[in-house]
């Protein structure tokens, strides 16, 4: 990982090349993230690719419920060449969940990018191919947000075994 | 090119964005229409459904076919997802260990190395070396078990079944270990927060050196069996070859990635419990075809049994779990002697430890690749958030190139060497 | 030389059973010797037995393995537990050929409806057998991702477990090969002589407020 001292060198990088790219750092355990503007991922996600980063190992959404802005995207990004990782994080909100796609830039974020759609709702702008891909395709609702319940069914005892299977039971 | 979203494209969100997706989605209905035509003959899709003999899990893929020759290929995913990171979320960090292990169902040792690895960053605590080793004990065990199955199987898809008994025969020994040192066959919920849950037993390390004694003279036995059989080294010399940049650009990790000639793992590049102790060599392709995959893959059972050697001969004393009480539960035998031993369990059996806020990303070498634990926590007993990145999720997006222009029976062999678990990919 | 003529000896001996077959043929033997002939040579049952007989001794398991489940249940067909002893090797790779299918694995909501397809084009009869915790139950996972089998499906036999052992599965299927040849294991109660103690639901509106007992089966909202 970056030292926190080169986690604000690449901050200030990337502050110098557009000023409101990055919004900011965060840096705990041992673990560099750069909270960056969404409209703008794609700059710093280039910027990284100079620098070095050139593989992404993970691409996944997390919600932040109930901080807003809710939805993050998050980019963890790995120079195999020094064996260091960088996470980048966006934050966008439930209102207006849209944020740039990257397939042209990493081809490997196609499914994860099809993964946060389906399960938080997050719609990537310019993917080729933005369909659910682990639920059904008419499937409502985006599961791994906080505020979707677990779901299940009931716990069966004798009282309840006949109302809640089907006739098969 | 624009940053900000489409250029063309409609910015009155909802209801174009439906239309967009149900047209999509018609893409990839199968339908009784002709998909077109090729360069001689007219396409066909054919869908290889959720449930046929050789997809290893249920992957459904939709191939448009050219007579023989695949001309694309499309999978689809999601029959077997089971929302373990949404229940994840509703367990405390103990219990979660036994969820996530059923992820990757043939690599759950690594499992749940990686998400006790994620809370052990977040938390600070030190895991013992007694328990390091005992962790890189089982997980290469684990690898040498996973790749059996691998070879079993894909043996028994490109019709050299009597490979089968073989590999399941040494499966069985490796079980027989599991079941010795944590009563379980598989998803051993061994691996706690800390170290490992309980020590090995007596008997386990006379066992472990007898099954090391023989696996390289079985692994021999398995070469033997492949490299005289014409048939199966003409189906897998030659098909599937992608090269590395592609590879690369698709995030592939693992043994794929090494068959295509970059020596990438984990291990050596950012060693984490203890393999730096330990010397071995990490085989590497030339090629990338299928036979590069096979042979890599063979090649890492032998470095695994050489990584057990050393760990078992040179396993020190110690804890096999973290002494920290607020983490690990005290032995019993210390409950009737010392109240805060009471204490410490009673608060950790009901509601768990808690975690300091954070988020941590930790990343393990898996039989499959870089099997990567995002774990984000709020302060509570409960995780906020957990995210395994799944080596075959994005493994599976290199099948589209390597399976292009080439026949069918390749794409098998394409698709039995991919090595792709269904329960990673779905989650 | 002095010929003795005697009676003929011993009829459990085989010379003497062979001489005694023509007498058969002619209709000479004798009612007891008869029935004797007869029940020493000749099987009895009903057609139900017999052929439920033939059908639990050639089970055709379908190739279907969902997720972790599937990996025990390979170990079946591996040789420490051979399935191929009890004549049960063949898998069969299309719905059409089986008659059996082992559900092993959890069952997702977006393979529950391919699932049932797979049993429907099965021909009768046909019997499925829910392998481990998670189609039985929801298992680990109780969310929204998942379906219990018996929801959309008849199951013949539930193996718990997660997943169950290899010699738990075959226990399974034996059970069930019992089930078809009209056997059925008793249940615990007769095996206990646990008789009386099933649980008696009251039909709504029986009890009275002088029951001593104040719980009622369906009481537990909190529970």
């Known amino acids: ?169 | 090119m624009t940053l900000t979203g489409r250029g063309d494209s409609e910015q009155s969100g909802s209801t174009t964005l439906t239309e967009d997706y149900r047209k999509r989605e018609e893409s990839i209905t199968f339908s009784s229409e002709p998909a077109g035509t090729g360069e001689t003959h007219e396409l066909l899709t054919l869908n290889i459904g959720p449930h046929h003999p050789s997809t290893h899990g249920v992957l459904r893929l939709l191939a448009t076919l050219e007579g023989e020759v695949v001309r694309d290929i499309k999978p689809i995913i999601g029959y077997v997802h089971t929302g373990i990171e949404k229940t994840a979320e509703d367990k405390a960090y103990w219990k979660v260990i036994p969820v996530v292990e059923r992820m990757d169902y043939l690599g759950y040792y690594f499992n749940a190395m990686a998400f006790c690895g994620a809370v052990e960053t977040l938390l600070g605590t030190e895991v013992p070396p007694r328990a390091q080793y005992l962790r890189v004990i089982h997980l290469e065990l684990n690898r040498i078990a996973s790749h059996l199955v691998w070879l079993g199987t894909s043996a028994l898809d490109l019709g050299a079944i009597s490979m089968f008994w073989y590999c399941y025969r040494e499966r069985e020994l490796i079980l027989d270990l599991f079941e010795m040192s944590s009563g379980q066959r598989m998803h051993t919920r061994y691996f706690q927060v800390g170290g490992v849950m309980e020590d090995i037993p007596r008997g386990f390390e006379q066992k472990l050196r007898q099954f090391l004694k023989i696996m390289p003279p079985r692994a021999d036995q398995y070469a033997d069996l492949f490299e005289k059989n014409q048939i199966l080294l003409e189906r897998l010399r030659g098909t599937g070859i992608v090269d590395r940049e592609t590879l690369l650009e698709l995030n592939v990790t693992g043994p794929l990635l090494r068959a295509s000639g970059e020596p990438w793992d984990l291990r050596k590049a950012a060693p984490y419990s203890s393999y730096d102790h330990f010397d071995f060599k990490i085989p590497v392709g030339t090629v990338g075809d299928n036979y590069d995959r096979f042979r890599v893959r063979h090649a890492e059972i032998y470095q695994s049994v050489n990584i057990i050697q050393q760990a078992i001969d040179g396993l020190p004393e110690g804890e096999h779990i973290t002494t920290d009480r607020k983490v690990a539960l005290p032995p019993r035998h210390e409950l009737a002697t010392s109240m805060e031993a009471l204490i410490h369990h009673f608060k950790l059996v009901t509601e768990g430890f808690r975690v300091p806020p954070g988020e941590a990303y930790y990343p393990i070498e898996g039989p499959r690749g870089e099997l990567g634990c995002f774990v984000r926590s709020d302060g509570s007993a409960k995780p906020a958030r957990v995210h395994m990145r799944d080596p075959s999720f994005s493994n599976l997006q290199a099948l589209a190139p390597m399976v292009k222009d080439s026949y069918i029976a390749d794409l098998i062999a394409t698709l039995a060497m991919l090595d792709p678990i269904l329960g990673g990919i779905d989650r | 030389m002095e010929v003795k003529r005697q009676k003929l000896g011993d009829v459990n001996d085989l010379r003497v059973r062979r001489h005694t077959a023509p007498d058969l043929l002619r209709g000479d033997m004798e009612d007891k010797d008869l029935e004797r002939y007869v029940t020493e040579r000749v099987l009895t049952t009903t057609v139900e037995r017999a052929v439920g007989w033939a059908q639990g001794n050639s089970l055709y398991p379908l190739t279907f393995g969902l997720a972790c489940c599937a990996m025990e249940q390979i170990h079946i067909v591996a040789a420490r537990v051979d399935i191929a002893r009890f004549g049960f090797e063949a898998f069969r790779a299309s719905p059409r050929q089986a008659d059996l299918i082992i559900l092993s694995g959890r069952v997702s909501i977006k393979m529950a409806p391919v699932i049932r397809r797979i049993w429907d084009q099965m021909l009768e009869p046909k019997w499925a057998i829910s392998m481990g915790a998670c189609c039985t139950s929801m298992g680990v996972f109780n969310n929204y991702a998942l379906v219990p089998s018996d929801k959309f499906m008849p199951i013949a036999v539930h193996v718990p477990g997660c997943p169950p052992r290899p010699e738990a599965l075959m226990h399974g299927i034996l059970k069930l090969r019992d089930q078809i040849q009209g056997n059925a294991p008793a249940g615990w109660r007769d095996r206990y002589e646990a008789e009386g103690t099933e649980e008696v639901l009251p039909e709504a509106g029986t009890q009275d407020s002088a029951d001593i007992s104040v719980f009622r089966p369906g009481d537990t909202a909190g529970a």
Do not use: W
């Open chain 1, 1 to 169: 990982m970056p030292d926190a001292t080169g986690l604000e060198l690449t901050a200030q990088e990337l502050r110098d090349s557009d000023s409101d790219s990055i919004r900011d750092t965060e840096f705990h355990r041992g673990r560099a993230v750069l909270v960056a503007n969404p409209e703008k991922i794609r700059l710093v996600l280039e910027h990284l690719r100079s620098k070095g980063y050139t593989f992404l190992a993970s691409l996944h959404g997390v919600d932040y419920y109930p901080h807003e802005p809710r939805l993050g995207v998050l980019y963890e990004m790995l120079d195999r060449s020094t064996v260091d990782r960088i996470s980048v994080k966006a934050r966008v909100s439930t209102d207006a969940p849209r944020i740039d796609s990257v397939v042209d830039m990493f081809p490997g974020a196609n499914f994860p990018e099809r993964e946060v759609y389906d399960m938080f709702g997050v719609v990537f702008d310019g993917h080729p191919d933005l369909r659910r891909i682990l639920m059904p395709e008419d499937y409502e609702g985006h599961p791994q947000r906080r505020d979707f319940p677990v779901g299940g069914e009931p716990v069966l005892f004798t009282y309840n075994e006949e109302q809640s299977y089907g006739k098969y039971m």
